[in-house]
């Protein structure tokens, strides 16, 4: 039995040989709810059962069921969700790297606290990621106040920067835009000041680059591509650059520049094939959606393909490879190519948006409405 279901036992009794809830339900009744409430899948007794005996685990979308149902709320479903996210890394083997920094952060430990923001994104828990930024930052801020050397220092606001850095790519995966979208610009600022204390061009060029997103996000392409054209003189990390690029090559696409697009699309794959192989398939996958939007459909059919065979041959049986963050965003890139050049049917769309629905409920994906399908930031 694990430490979370010891904690859930105060939710149930035994009488005889059946399980009654806090609420008055039994096990199947319970079951029952949470399978209806889910879409009339994914649950029924015996996997219910065997949560409780510790024997396999929920997902984040399925506990979030159970504790709706059983009304578990405030700080109690805030501790069982954390207790939840470390036994789904702990399966992965996570777990206790990610328990140990979040227990025990010191300066020395700093930079691999702040590279495990990263870790969590890859290994697909988002949640947990989201968790660990605030206190990653309170605990770098309360360093800096202990320490007195000027050298020192900088370095922690170089470290700073890179936790910026992790937070806004986590914030924009995961949360709608515009729940978030102040906070960006404080990153932003943020960001430019970094730049400006410690003359590091690489901060200046991400505060240019968030700036951009902003624009972007609200259709002001014109003002978007000022900034991010600046940024992408900035950016070093490759990463990064490659964000940039995919968003210069659909901004050219919006404003029907296709002289300018086919220019940044030839330096955007020198750039790509110099980063991450997950960055390959979703960099792919950015010039196919870019395709799309000239009504190139030949070109984004090529690049969507060839970035689904990056995903198959690459990514989809690895581990701690943004496995389902990519699935989810090709999926979302089908079903825009779908809609944009026509397909068979409807249902045949209809289907990418179930399956990144599903996916999404797995990982614990924040979502948006699109007509009456839920959507994920990450797509994006």
């Not at 889910?38 to 996997?47: H, K, T, W």
């Not at 709320?73 to 083997?93: M, V, W």
């Not at 949360?175 to 400006?196: C, T, V």
């Not at 992408?232 to 210069?248: A, P, T």
Request: charged share 30%.
């Amino acid at each position: 039995m694990t430490n979370l279901t010891k904690q859930l036992e105060k939710y149930y009794s035994r009488k005889g040989n059946r399980l009654i809830f806090s609420n008055g339900m039994t096990l199947n009744q319970l079951a029952l709810e949470m399978w209806e409430k889910l879409g009339y899948r994914e649950i029924d007794s015996s996997v219910l059962s065997r949560f409780l005996q510790g024997e396999r685990l929920l997902n984040l979308r399925q506990f979030q069921i159970f504790c709706q149902i059983l009304r578990i709320n405030g700080q109690r479903r805030k501790e069982y969700t954390k207790l939840l996210n470390y036994k789904i890394l702990s399966s992965i083997r996570q777990g206790e790297n990610f328990e140990y920094l979040k227990q025990d952060l010191f300066v020395d430990r700093t930079i691999e606290a702040v590279d495990s923001l990263r870790n969590a994104m890859a290994y697909d828990a988002p949640l947990l990621a989201l968790e660990m930024i605030d206190l990653l930052k309170e605990k770098l801020n309360n360093n800096r106040l202990l320490i007195k050397s000027n050298d020192v220092n900088k370095h922690l606001l170089i470290l700073k920067g890179k936790l910026l850095l992790e937070e806004k790519v986590i914030l924009l995966d995961v949360l709608p835009f515009n729940q978030i979208s102040r906070r960006i610009i404080e990153i932003a600022r943020e960001f430019k000041k970094l730049g400006e204390i410690t003359g590091e061009k690489e901060f200046l060029g991400n505060s240019e680059a968030l700036i951009g997103r902003t624009f972007f996000h609200y259709g002001n392409y014109l003002r978007a591509l000022k900034h991010d054209l600046l940024a992408l003189k900035l950016i070093k990390n490759i990463e990064e650059k490659c964000v940039v690029f995919m968003r210069l090559a659909d901004e050219y696409a919006f404003l029907n520049i296709p002289k300018e697009f086919l220019r940044v699309r030839d330096e955007f794959i020198d750039t790509l094939f110099k980063g991450r192989d997950d960055m390959w398939c979703f960099s792919l996958k950015g010039i196919s959606q870019a395709n799309s939007l000239l009504g190139r459909e030949k070109e984004a059919r090529h690049y969507l393909d060839e970035a689904w065979q990056v995903y198959h041959t690459k990514l989809k049986k690895n581990y701690g490879k943004y496995k389902h963050i990519r699935k989810i965003q090709l999926n979302f890139a089908e079903y825009q190519f779908k809609k944009k050049f026509g397909s068979k049917s409807e249902r045949q769309s209809n289907n990418f948006l179930s399956e990144i629905n599903n996916l999404s409920s797995i990982c614990g994906y924040k979502v948006y409405q699109i007509k009456k399908r839920f959507i994920p930031m990450v797509v994006l």
